[in-house]
């Protein structure tokens, strides 16, 4: 059955794809820039670009997120959301703030923006990932609270389900965690130790309660699987996620100056990381094969089994690669972790978010599928997508295999700049393969431009 408020999930969804175009296109400003350096310079620093590139990652997520809660809890719920009208006010409220900000890195000298935004009162910009000026910050708390107050008050008023409440238990930890953004130590060590708290405990803690959600919900539509079934491998899926997610914080304490100890505990609870992402990957095939019925959006389901597999290769086994301690000493920092962060952040985060697009806007639309048609691009897009990722990831991964040899184990180790020449070919390689993700990308948003099925009931 479908609710007359989980209208307010479109407009999210449409935004989220916007801006998830505007981080691809900055990811290959970035990519040409680190073989022409010059290029786009001064107009567009490399700093800037960056800035730009990861927080825009962040912001279309959160807004995928928040367009996934809301389609998806009226439905759980068996009720109408508790407020619309909410809801479109905070997607306004947040498109713009998420706007103002990047056009101002992008137009605005850094410095002078932190000045501009009252850094001097409460000094918390600077940190990567966490660049936000100070009224953003206190927005995303903002827009957080009224998702988990609009959220909230229709599960308390309606049906509560293991999927709802496992959603809520990820909405809830993404804003408690986000608050440690606020604080900023002198000491660097401290600093490092507590903005894990935001950057770890999201990607490899709380988010993943919402991705065990977001696909639990759509395999239970496009398989007809009992939903207790399904909502027992939820359970076991969490409960290993966050005992390792959130011990698994100590492999990034190895070297800025935290206890020893925690080489023992990070090495130890990280190496357990990818299996939760395995147990995912199992799960989503199982459900399909026990499917009772053939669903007729196959792009959605294509998609549901996508996420399991590249979560697992990109956050588990490109994790897991170096993870452990005595490796870690030679790889951190280096392109090896890019890659992982590139295929992790794809498989686990955008994966489940285009899934839920796939599966809901055809539904918001007045159809239960796209069209024949539509679909077979879509699942060209999802191709062209995951095969291109998986060479940005190879490509990264050769980079750092010759960075770490000749600039840290090598018997005459070479300057960080030196090395880069040498890899230069591997970077021409992967702004090549992302010209191909940009194209599965705009092959994507064409899809749900192609004429559909007539509406269905």
């Known amino acids: 059955m479908q609710y007359k408020s989980q209208a307010v999930a479109k407009p999210y969804f449409i935004a989220a794809i916007a801006l998830f175009t505007g981080q691809i296109l900055f990811g290959l400003i970035m990519g040409l820039q680190y073989v022409i350096g010059d290029f786009l310079f001064p107009a567009i620093p490399f700093n800037v670009a960056r800035m730009v590139h990861t927080n825009l990652l962040i912001v279309w997520l959160l807004f995928g997120f928040m367009g996934a809660a809301y389609y998806l809890v009226p439905e759980e719920s068996e009720t109408e959301l508790f407020s619309p009208k909410l809801a479109i006010i905070t997607f306004w409220v947040f498109l713009a703030a998420g706007a103002i900000t990047i056009l101002g890195y992008l137009f605005v000298p850094y410095a002078e923006l932190a000045r501009m935004t009252g850094n001097d009162l409460l000094a918390t910009m ?13 927005g995303i708390v903002v827009v957080a609270l009224s ?106 304490y190895y070297w800025i100056g935290a206890p020893e100890y925690w080489q023992w505990w990070g090495s130890v609870f990280s190496a357990l990381e990818p299996i939760p992402f395995f147990m995912m990957t199992i799960f989503a095939f199982n459900m399909v094969n ?4 053939e669903h007729p959006n196959k792009a959605a389901t294509l998609w549901a089994l996508g996420t399991g597999v590249m979560a697992f290769i990109g956050a588990g086994v490109w994790g897991f690669l170096h993870t452990l301690a005595p490796v870690n000493f030679y790889t951190h920092g280096t392109q090896l972790t890019a890659a992982h962060g590139h295929m992790a952040f794809y498989g686990a985060y955008v994966a489940v978010v285009l899934t839920m697009i796939s599966y809901a806007m055809p539904i918001l639309r007045g159809r239960a599928a796209n069209s024949e048609k539509a679909q077979v691009m879509e699942m060209w897009a999802f191709w062209l997508m995951s095969i291109s990722m998986i060479f940005i990831t190879l490509f990264l991964t050769g980079a750092g295999i010759v960075q770490i040899w000749l600039q840290r184990i090598s018997s005459a180790p070479m300057s960080f700049m030196a090395v880069q020449d040498q890899v230069s070919i591997f970077y021409w390689m992967r702004e090549g393969a992302g010209m191909i993700f940009m194209i599965g990308l705009v092959v994507y948003i064409s899809s749900f431009f192609v004429k559909g099925n007539k509406a269905v009931a």
């Open 126 to 138: 600077g940190r990567e990932f966490l660049e936000q000026p100070l009224p953003t910050k206190l």
């Open 147 to 252: 998702l988990l107050f609009n959220i909230g008050m229709t599960v308390l008023k309606g049906r509560k389900t293991a999927i709802s409440l496992v959603l809520v238990l990820g909405l809830l930890g993404l804003a408690v965690f986000f608050l440690f953004a606020f604080y900023n130590p002198a000491n660097l060590v401290k600093d490092k130790f507590y903005w894990w708290w935001v950057v770890h405990l999201w990607v490899e803690g709380v988010w993943e309660l919402i991705l065990g959600a977001l696909l639990a919900f759509v395999l239970i539509k496009v398989t007809g699987v009992d939903r207790e079934v399904i909502e027992k491998w939820l359970y076991v899926i969490i409960t290993m996620t966050l005992i390792t997610g959130i011990i698994g914080t100590g492999h990034h």
């Open 290 to 293: 026990r499917r009772r019925r």
